[in-house]
């Protein structure tokens, strides 16, 4: 939808997709998503967790700026992951003549360093790492002062799955809004060729193609998956915190 020129929604965009080329096509990029997940998405929830016991957990802002920088470090590490999936993702969207045809993300790896050298892994790497900043602060921040929030005026047990799920939710409905348009600056900077969206003006042209609703392309597609995503994420975190996380010594 960030891509295409017609303006079509959701449903009709993935009926789409699977009349033309199969269901399996809403698949396209997974062996990059899960090589991006392993690797930036472990990364940032480590950092930012080891980063909060130097600050106030208490303070919200304090919470921003270690989402801030665990956000950015692990982005910087998710970039060439991160390039490879979104061009896997659109490239049936693309014409015959410049689609890429990576077959998984270790083939798109070793076209990348073949046909456009090594330092192209790291395209649109800013805005990947502003995006991974502001993917931590909605998610894992957001989700944290939501569980303060709700303890103290819904006064629900610390551990409860009622309280996860609701904080989790609040995230993911912040966290998509928040990430949006420079998941979009992102997506064209990548997928950008010699001959296609290579100039700034034609950037900004296809950006704003619907107006303002340009800036939040796919939002519909795109809180469909951050929200579940964010639940699922947070209440497995949870559950493998209560089960196997360790105890300082008076709470034994």
Known sequence: MMILKKDRTTFQTARRAIRHNGFISLYDGLSAQVFRQCSYGLLRF??????????????????????????????????????????????????????????????????????????????????????????????????????ILYLRYLKLDEDSKLLHLISSLSAGIICAPLVQPIEILKTLKMVATSNYLSTKKQKKIHLMRFGFRGLFRGFTATICRMVPNTIILMLVYEELRLRFGYYQPHDL
């Open 46 to 147: 480590h950092l930012y967790h080891k980063g909060k016991e130097y600050v106030d957990e208490f303070n919200f802002l304090h919470k921003i700026f270690v989402a801030t920088v665990a956000g950015t470090i692990a982005g910087i590490v998710g970039i060439p992951s991160e390039m490879i999936n979104t061009r896997m993702q659109i490239d049936r969207m693309l014409s015959p003549k410049i689609q890429r045809n990576y077959k998984h993300v270790f083939h798109g790896f070793y076209k990348v360093c073949r046909e456009e050298g090594i330092r192209a892994l790291y395209t649109g790497g800013m805005y990947a790492c502003t995006r991974s900043a502001l993917a931590t602060v909605g998610q894992i921040a957001v989700y944290d002062q939501s569980k």
